[in-house]
């Protein structure tokens, strides 16, 4: 090679560097959706063609499919050409200097949530060394899970050095066009998480979501993968604490759990997107897929949520339960104050023999909120002596808010047992008089008599969680009476 | 009304309550999930937090509420249950004199505590209310009948009609109450 090419190829290179530097502070894609875009995204994300094929499958099938319009929920249509489905990371240089140029009012939520200062500035972007900390910090902690076998890292890095884990189970639980807005997460996800627990394993520790928050500010279209090989368990938390400001864009994200024999996985969720202001001008659009099958017999899925902000959420993680005995479980506390809307529950499809299923939801309407509880408990031929059991409450504070209830249950076998509860009350002001009566003033009174309703699910939280999630609630309501 | 130099009717019930007064129901309320340790707690430190003394801590409140619990003769499997969901008429009340106990009030209003309480219930109600009589705490019992007072012996007796007090006197008047009925009163008024 001769000293001129040497220069040249120094020259392109570097040309490439700086090229590609400035790409990643402002590279974001114009607005719409076409292939072109979807081929845009694969390529950035140097995805192999198996990859690529599979976004474009399903963004044709999604092509062909219209909105849900069952939901008990009202929205302007969508502008799906409006939107961009592709910002590369914002880099720290995109985001505030100091906690000085962040929105005082986010402040003052962390503030009440107690998030000690430094956390603040994590979650609020701030480019901060802390940044870098909590980079360290992950890496620790992917040494000690590297250690147990188990793989826990982000969608991308999965499909770049584990693509056959990725493609034996992407798509097997949520197909790509299994609904309108999974078809859409599967033409143009951006990131996510991926976890697998090899057999026996006890993952070591919780997984959590919450390091990578800052990250999480990219994508709206998350793709999360789970798989626990047999008899292996895991206990993964999603926390999005951290309110967002951004105005009504939609969040579509799938999640798919895969629990083979005697595998136990355990999803936690305390969702606070920002859920527009007490007019119910913006806030995110949170309409997301999650689904876990137990595969295998004896497998055990459980979902608990704590879903207190969004402007709407359209949300049902269920369970769908192969294996004999098999057992699902799903937890909700939904909240709605101002001019929140929720229509949230599960599905809970029995096939294998034994099994069982249980669903405790309470519903908080506050304000003008709207929240509807929806749930399936579908019993197939096949699913000999199953159980369900479903406790579903409400509870309405003020009286222009609104609780409503959708169960459907097919029952398909003879033998299966499906049992329903379903409560609605108000806070009433006998309980909130005997509170105050105590020295307990109005506000305090009432975030106890909610937190008290709560209590069955939120026991199900680890334990750090269900002392932020009670928190939340508390900032939650704030203004809801009076 | 005046209490303490201070118009008790012009403050919201949280403050009335900060400022040391207790009011027992007579249908306390259930609050399902609502820990009725807990409750005692918030409002412990509510009312301590009022008056700039520190909260207390956990272990200084468990041991208070184990030691005051004894006073109702309740066993502390009632601390970690929900306030009111399930007790019978008699727990109810129980616990009503058990949180007077734990929060120690200068003026205590007892409504109708010895409404649908059986004899065993009443005397272990009236032992409470008596072990918390003092000198810096007045007690204001409102009853229709004269069993009560033969475990609380009060100080002063008023009769109330038609939102007065029509006329006052020791135990004697309840006695004799209990004997002429309370259309006696008004044939002497009449009169």
Request: aromatic share 8%.
């Amino acid at each position: 090679m001769s000293t001129g090419t040497k220069q040249v190829e120094a020259l392109l290179k570097k040309g490439y560097e700086a090229g590609f530097y400035t790409e990643v502070e402002s590279d974001t894609a114009p607005p719409g959706l076409n292939e072109d875009i979807i081929r845009l995204i694969s390529r950035k994300k140097n995805e192999p063609e198996w990859m690529l094929e599979w976004r474009l499958q399903s963004f044709r099938h999604w092509s062909t499919m219209t909105e849900p319009r069952w939901a008990s929920v009202h929205h302007p249509p969508i502008d799906y050409q409006a939107i961009s489905y592709y910002s590369a990371p914002r880099t720290r240089k995109d985001g505030p200097k100091s906690l000085d140029e962040v929105d005082p009012k986010l402040l003052e939520t962390y503030e009440k949530l107690g998030i000690p200062l430094r956390e603040r500035e994590i979650l609020a972007g701030v480019a901060v060394d802390a940044v870098f900390d909590s980079v360290s910090v992950a890496t620790t902690f992917k040494d000690k899970l590297a250690e147990a076998g188990v793989i826990f890292c982000s969608f991308s890095e999965a499909v770049e050095k584990h693509p056959g884990l990725v493609r034996q189970y992407l798509g097997s639980v949520v197909p790509q066009g299994d609904n309108f807005y999974a078809a859409l997460n599967s033409a143009v996800f951006t990131d996510g998480s991926f976890c697998y627990v090899p057999k026996g394993v006890r993952c070591p520790m919780e997984l959590s979501t919450y390091f990578r928050i800052n990250a999480a500010k990219t994508g709206q279209f998350e793709r999360t993968l789970i798989i626990a090989d047999e008899g292996s368990s895991v206990s993964y938390l999603e926390g999005c604490t951290a309110p967002m400001r951004d105005e009504n864009q939609l969040h579509a994200a799938v999640v798919e759990l895969i629990a083979l024999k005697d595998a136990h996985i355990k999803y936690s969720t305390v969702q606070n997107w920002y859920p527009g202001d007490a007019e119910g001008r913006g806030g995110i659009y949170n309409f997301v897929t999650k689904r876990g099958e137990c595969r295998g017999a004896n497998a055990h899925i459980s979902w608990t949520q704590v879903e207190t902000g969004s402007a709407i959420t359209w949300k049902y993680p269920s369970c769908v339960l192969t294996g004999d005995n098999s057992v699902g479980e799903f937890y909700s506390v939904a909240l709605t104050n101002n001019r929140q809307q929720a229509d949230t529950g599960t599905k809970m499809i029995h096939i294998g023999r034994n099994t069982r299923s249980t669903i405790i939801s309470k519903g908080i309407a506050a304000g003008r909120g709207q929240n509807a509880y929806r749930g399936l408990v579908k019993v197939a031929k096949s699913a000999e002596n199953a159980r369900n059991y479903t406790q579903c409450d409400s509870l309405l504070i003020g009286d222009r808010c609104g609780a409503h209830t959708f169960p459907y249950i097919e029952v398909k076998n003879p033998t299966a047992s499906v049992e329903h509860e379903a409560t609605t009350s108000k806070i009433s002001d006998d309980q909130l008089f005997y509170c105050r009566s105590r020295g307990i003033g109005e506000e305090d009174a009432v975030n106890m008599i909610v937190n008290g309703f709560c209590r069955a699910v939120f026991k199900e939280l680890p334990m750090e969680f269900a002392v932020e999630a009670q928190k939340l609630l508390g900032v939650s309501l704030e203004g809801a009476i009076g | 009304m005046a209490y303490c130099g201070r118009d008790l009717l012009a403050l919201p019930p949280e403050a009335r309550a900060r400022e040391g007064v207790f009011l027992a129901f007579q249908y306390p309320v259930e609050i399902p999930g609502v820990n009725n340790v807990y409750l005692m707690k918030a409002s412990l430190n509510a009312i301590r937090k009022h008056r700039g003394e520190p909260e207390l801590d956990a272990v200084e409140f468990l041991k208070l509420v184990k030691e005051r619990v004894r006073l109702v003769q309740m066993d502390d499997s009632f601390l970690g249950r929900a306030v009111n969901e399930g007790f019978s008429g008699g727990e109810k009340k129980r616990n009503e004199i058990f949180q007077m106990a734990v929060l120690e009030p200068r003026l205590a209003i007892l409504d109708e505590t010895d409404s649908g309480l059986d004899i065993d219930a009443l005397k272990i109600v009236a032992s409470g209310v008596n072990h918390l009589r003092g000198p810096d705490r007045a007690i204001v019992l409102i009853t229709h009948y004269q069993r009560l007072l033969d475990y609380i012996v009060p100080d002063v007796v008023h009769v109330l009609s038609g939102g007065r007090i029509v006329r006052s006197g020791d135990r004697e008047l309840a006695r004799t109450l209990e004997q002429r009925g309370y259309d006696w009163l008004k044939e002497v008024a009449a009169a």
